[in-house]
């Protein structure tokens, strides 16, 4: 079953870490958002496959937005 991760507050994305096709594993830094110069790494969340990265370096988020969909 894919996982989405999304966003957990208004932020720019700073830095995109990971690409799709990636193998990834639970704890691995996907995405770096910066809010309030405050850098906040979005991490996977299980092992898996990047299907899909939703965001681009300079993107700004919303709370709720989708970053990333491993499978």
Do not use: F
């Not at 405050?38 to 299980?46: F, G, H, Q, T």
């Amino acid at each position: 079953m894919a996982e989405e991760i999304r966003a957990e507050m208004v932020a720019n994305v700073w830095k995109v870490v990971a690409s799709a096709g990636d193998t990834v594993s639970e704890g691995d830094t996907l995405v770096i958002l910066e809010s309030m110069k405050m850098e906040i790494p979005v991490i996977a969340e299980s092992d898996g496959i990047v299907q899909q990265l939703a965001v681009n370096e300079g993107d700004v988020v919303q709370d709720g937005d989708l970053i990333a969909v491993i499978g």
